[in-house]
């Protein structure tokens, strides 16, 4: 919830007609949440990404923070940017790391402190303590971590870990031996006290024995045409049911109505911009969300929009909101 000049803020900017505006604000009068919410805003409105840039990396945290789970921050080192994000916060680098790296380098009683930079890629044989504060699942970045400080060097003999994220209780110690070749495999560690059968079925051709999940017959080709077609129809629930689990449809209907007041936006103008968003989120996760689930998800953000306006929830309604959503898919 913004405070009052906050909103005044929010509320200059979006209706200035200057092409380049400044917002100027004093210390601690929240900057970062007011130009969040003038980013939302901007997305709610118009469904287009959103691109800010700040100067530090708290900011670009606190910003993320705002603006929830659809910003992707563009942390120095990130080659690859994925493209199903509203928002993007990017930093501008205002520290000489070289410089700093030197320096550290070159003091015997030097300590460095980092959040996530110098995990891989980083040598310096010197290093004689590693303290990790923070945990991680992954084994092979536990081990990229702590072997910053494995590097051979005359003024050592051993180096020491500190673990104050139980990291060593959950992958044990760097100089365990680790079956890399089970967890290439299997993705995990062997365990020898497990012993099962993989289930089997006979092909109906050539009898050939292979793995109940086989829809195409080693030996001879034999096409199991109707399991095939049940495997791939289970696969594409479960993976849809999976994203919806874990990255919802979430419209800012709230937000929509409220744009809508302050905009003068007709009722029907709303169902719009419902459309847009359903369909965004359908460009951003297809194949696995289908049209049929985005035309399901529109009928449930129609009847909140009935309910809003006083409107009925009937039929006429129903075929002018899948309509609105059906004129997006075709310019697909």
Avoid at 167 to 193: L, V
Wanted: charged share 30%.
């Amino acid at each position: 919830m913004l405070r009052d000049y906050q909103s005044k803020a929010v509320n200059e900017v979006e209706t200035a007609t200057e092409k380049n505006i400044l917002l100027q604000m004093p210390t601690g009068a929240g900057k970062t949440f007011t130009f969040c919410e003038i980013a939302k805003n901007h997305f709610i409105e118009n469904v287009t990404k959103v691109l800010i840039l700040v100067h530090r990396q708290e900011l670009m945290l606190q910003a993320k923070k705002s603006l929830g789970e659809k910003a992707f921050a563009i942390a120095k080192g990130v080659k690859n940017i994925p493209s199903n994000f509203d928002y993007y916060v990017g930093m501008v680098e205002t520290v000489n790391r070289d410089k700093i790296l030197d320096e550290y380098k070159n003091d015997p009683h030097g300590i460095m402190c980092n959040v996530g930079v110098l995990t891989t890629g980083f040598d310096e044989p010197t290093i004689q303590t590693i303290m990790l504060n923070r945990a991680t699942k992954s084994l092979a970045l536990y081990l990229q971590m702590i072997g910053r400080g494995s590097r051979l060097h005359e003024s050592k003999e051993k180096f020491t870990v500190i673990d104050l994220g139980r990291n060593t209780t959950r992958h044990g110690f760097y100089d365990d031996f680790f079956d890399w070749e089970t967890y290439f495999r299997q993705g995990k560690k062997k365990d020898p006290d497990k012993v099962g059968a993989a289930p089997i079925k006979e092909c109906p051709e050539c009898n050939f024995m292979m793995h109940t999940r086989k829809i195409i017959c080693e030996n001879c080709g034999h096409d199991f045409v109707a399991e095939r077609e049940a495997q791939e129809r289970e696969e594409r629930e479960q993976a849809l049911f999976l994203l919806t689990k874990s990255k919802p449809m979430e419209v800012p209907i709230d937000n929509l109505f409220n744009l809508a007041e302050i905009r003068k936006w007709s009722p029907y103008a709303v169902i719009y911009k419902i459309a847009d968003h359903v369909y965004n989120y359908y460009t951003k996760h297809e194949p696995t969300v289908t049209k049929e689930y985005c035309e399901k998800q529109m009928i449930g953000y129609l009847e909140m929009w009935c309910k809003k306006y006083d409107k009925p929830f009937n039929k006429w309604h129903r075929d002018f909101a899948l309509e609105s959503l059906s004129k997006k898919f075709v310019t697909l």
